[in-house]
Structure formats: C-alpha cells, structure tokens
C-alpha cells in the first residue's frame, strides 16, 4: 500500500516541481487549492518513482488524480492499481482531461473507460476579453461597470497581510448575506478554505485584489498563474447589495493582474444552475472537460 500523507504548507515546494513540469490548466493540479481544500476531500499525497501521487475521496468516493511525473507513467498507473485493490477499492482517477485519457490509452489501449462529468468542466476566458469587454455581446457587463462607477466611490487595492482582515470581515458579511456558513456543508468546506487561503496567503504564493468603498472592503478576487499561458481565480466575493460588484471585480483584478497571461481559468460551475449561467455569459473561449477513469470491469459509481 502506497504511504499517503496528509498535505502541509511545508509540501508547497515539493510539490510545486512537479506541477511546473506539466501543462496542465485545470485547477486540480493548483498546490493552493489542494492545501486549502484538504478537509472537503480528505487529501494525502506521496512521491514513488519520480512520479507525484494524490489520494482523496469526493461524492462519497475514494480515488486518485492522474500521476505526475517523467517516469513511465504505465507503472505509475500500476502502483496506484495495487493500492486500490490493497484499499479494496475500485481503481478510480479523478478531474480526467482528455489529455490525460489518451496519454493512459495509449500505453494501455481498451483497459479504461472514461466518462465525462459537465459539472466539473473548468471554463477558460481570453484574458483580453475579460479586461476589454468589447463588442455587443459584452455590453450588459460594461453597463453595470458604468453604473457601478457612476454610483460609488471606489478605489482597487492590492490583498497585503493588513488588508486581509477586512476582506475576511467581507466574507463574514456574505456568509450571513447567503444563510450563514455553518450549515450547508459546501459553506462550511468553502469557509475553512477561506481562512485557509488568507492565513497562509504570502506562503502559497496567491494574488489578490479588493474594492473599497466608503472605507471598507466590499470586494475581492485572489488567484495565481497555473501555466505560463493560464492564470486561475479561485475566488470571488461581493456583497449582493452592491450594484455590479462582481462584474468590476472580475474585470479589474483580469486587469491589473491577469494582463501577462493569455488565459484566465474561472473553475467550474459545480453543475449549479446560477452559477453555469453566469459564466457562460463572459462567453469562454475553452470549456476543459473533465471526468473520470475507471478501469474495465470494476464497480460503477452510483
């Protein structure tokens, strides 16, 4: 059985070798998400063979993320294999691109099935569309940008250590704006990665943006580069009370911080109805499917 251990601030570097050697742009492969969203999904990881292992349970299910490394990646694929029937567990893969699909098929043609999960497509924008806003089908956003300029007075301010006490004050406020975050159990998992993500802000290496009004924070944005090409946004807050907050936020953190990347990854729309409609209407330019491997013959998921 492989030696799984829980993920830690002191694994970043480690870790991050790996992840800069692929090209990855889905969000899975962000050391920054892993460590803020450990306890949603239980996480471990372990380094056999010059290959990066992930062990982690999600909808009830245990399994694994694609194996990252420059070794050969078919006993990569066995090592995890032997764990899972060690676990007495089917041999799953987790957040499965395409890519990935056909690198596992080609040095083990017809031995995995790989289905598609719409909820976990990540959708991927031109950066230059995000900060331009141009051409007809993006007039609504740059309406409520006008709007929002004409109604407030606003400054953008970079996230230092001083300012995160304020965007957390933030967070508390659309807590109680959506119910609270101590009860529905994807608030809960969403709070402790909040206060994951601000406690060790500096250390994972994330950017971020706020607005301020009136002297308090009323918006934020953080991410970081995922690729040379791609830079994610894990997270975006406005108060619902402010007319156009999310759209100014979004447009001025793409800005003033996404402007060297050619792409912007917005993450999923975790199949929510209200969510998927409002990142189709910044139009991506890339929908990344993703998905899961099974191997033939093993139980099917529920």
Same mark, same amino acid.
């Given at each position: 059985m492989l030696d799984f251990k829980p993920v830690t601030i002191d694994d970043k570097e480690p870790i991050q070798k790996f992840f800069d050697k692929v090209n990855y742009r889905n969000c899975d492969f962000s050391f920054s998400n892993i460590f803020c969203w450990q306890n949603s999904y239980n996480t471990s990881f372990t380094i056999?063979?010059?290959f990066l292992f992930?062990? =982690?349970k999600t909808n009830?299910?245990?399994?694994?993320l694609f194996p990252v490394g420059d070794g050969d990646l078919k006993q990569a694929v066995e090592h995890l294999a032997l764990d899972a029937r060690e676990r007495q567990i089917p041999l799953q893969l987790f957040a499965v691109t395409q890519k990935m699909f056909d690198l596992i098929e080609e040095i083990m043609p017809g031995? =995995?099935?790989?289905?598609?999960?719409?909820?976990?497509?990540?959708?991927?924008?031109? %950066?230059? !569309?995000?900060? %331009? /806003?141009?051409?007809?089908?993006?007039?609504?956003?740059? !309406?409520?940008?006008?709007?929002?300029?004409?109604?407030?007075?606003?400054?953008? /301010?970079?996230?230092?250590r001083d300012v995160i006490p304020d965007c957390l004050k933030l967070y508390r406020r659309w807590?109680?704006?959506?119910?609270?975050c101590n009860s529905e159990q994807s608030l809960v998992e969403e709070c402790i990665a909040t206060h994951r993500a601000f406690e060790h802000f500096e250390k994972l290496g994330l950017i971020g943006g706020a607005l301020r009004i009136g002297g308090e924070i009323l918006a934020y944005s953080y991410g970081q580069p995922l690729t040379k090409d791609t830079f994610g946004v894990y997270a975006?807050? %406005? /108060?619902?009370?402010?007319?156009?907050? =999310?759209?100014?936020?979004?447009q001025q953190f793409a800005e003033r911080n996404c402007a060297g990347f050619p792409y912007i990854n917005r993450e999923e729309d975790l199949g929510l109805e209200s969510l998927r409609k409002a990142k /189709?209407?910044?139009?991506?330019?890339i929908l990344l499917e993703k998905g899961y491997l099974r191997r033939k013959n093993e139980p099917q998921l529920s």
């Open positions: 056999v063979d010059d992930f062990y =982690f009830g299910h245990w399994g694994y031995e =995995f099935t790989y289905e598609k999960d719409r909820s976990w497509s990540e959708y991927i924008y031109s %950066s230059e !569309n995000l900060i %331009s /806003l141009a051409g007809k089908k993006y007039q609504p956003k740059r !309406n409520h940008i006008n709007k929002f300029k004409r109604t407030y007075a606003w400054e953008y /301010l970079p996230i230092t807590c109680a704006e959506n119910g609270g975006e807050k %406005s /108060l619902y009370e402010i007319d156009g907050g =999310f759209v100014m936020i979004n /189709l209407s910044y139009y991506p330019v």
